[in-house]
């Protein structure tokens, strides 16, 4: 990737918000037949939270996020000139990036949604990467923000345990192609086995018959649990490892592993494949669930705020889920 790089790309702050609403699994095990015992030991998860109130949207989470960001950056949001949005809960099927764009007075950047659910966020980067190493623009605005809690079956213990709403951002700037942070990626797609995790559309109505209109409205989240399980401990490392080569970086020289925040035997599946240590691994779904595309600059942040990451230190971040899509971005940390 280096040979086409004309400058770099560098982290220069991250940001994050959750929702207030906290729901523990001993209130899940109120409305579902389940127990926390059973959800801690199978995910992880011990918590998560709920965006509540009335008109809340991911758009409210993207914005608080974005703002910390921002700040931290020391960045005028009118300095932006790029905002990506990884959400595959908008508020608006047109896109909510607009409306981000508009909340923080980001008045000279482009906005458009990334929908890549859980991988969201390393397709961002990997998109931002472009637009900055090519020259094209100094600032981006990258969000990974999702709301899953407005499209699941609450009575469906198999998904309901899972999942919570929060948003992350990153600010990503071009830099000189030595203090380049972004170093390469991998990713892949295979819609073959689309069917194993979706929220999909269905057609309901046919108002006029006469004219083949149908109406329809998107259904809760459906998912395979064990096939997905077994995709993500199976593929992850395989995308890892691939990365690393085309790298050359061998996997003791990680420093630390950020993988989407799915489900915490996941996270040890996949590091004990690689050989990692497990104290190498960036974990809080225990507090959050899987946020979908937040869960990466969620835990990304949170790290950052606990002090755990050095100047150039490896991270390989992973990311993984509906498409199927999954891929890798492997980051030095460049501290400002
Ligand atoms: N509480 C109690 N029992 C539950 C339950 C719950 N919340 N959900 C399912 N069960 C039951 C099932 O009904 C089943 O009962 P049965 O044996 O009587 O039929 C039993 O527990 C085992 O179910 P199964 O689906 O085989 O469990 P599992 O070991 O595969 O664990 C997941 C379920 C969802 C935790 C696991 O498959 C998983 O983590 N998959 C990956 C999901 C994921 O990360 N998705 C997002 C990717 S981005």
Known sequence: MKSFMLQGAKILATGSAVPDSSLNNYQISRIVKT???????????KERRILTGDNKSVVDLAVLASRK????????PSEINLIILATSSPNDLFGSASRVQSKIGAINAVAFDLTAA????????????????????RNILLIGADVLSKWIDWSDRSTCILFGDAAGAIVIQSCSIEDNSVLDFQLDTDGDYANYLSILYQQELNPHPELNLYQGSFKYVYMNGKEVYKFAVSQVPLSILKCLNSLNIKVNDIDWLLLHQANERI????????????????????????????????????????????????????????????????????SS
């Open 118 to 137: 859980c991988s969201g966020f390393v397709l961002g980067i990997v998109t931002a990467t472009q637009f900055l190493q090519n020259c094209k623009y």
């Open 267 to 334: 996270l040890m599946a996949v590091a004990e494949k690689l050989s990692i240590n497990s104290n190498k691994i960036i974990a809080n779904l225990n507090k959050y669930g899987n946020t979908s595309a937040a869960s990466i600059p969620l835990a990304l942040d949170e790290a950052l705020q606990q002090g755990k990451i050095s100047n150039n230190d490896i991270i390989v971040i992973a990311g993984f889920g509906a498409g199927l899509t999954w891929g890798t971005v492997v980051v030095q940390w460049k």
């Open 35 to 45: 127990s926390d015992e059973w959800i801690s030991t199978r995910t992880g998860i």
């Open 69 to 76: 960001a921002l700040n931290k950056a020391s960045l005028h």
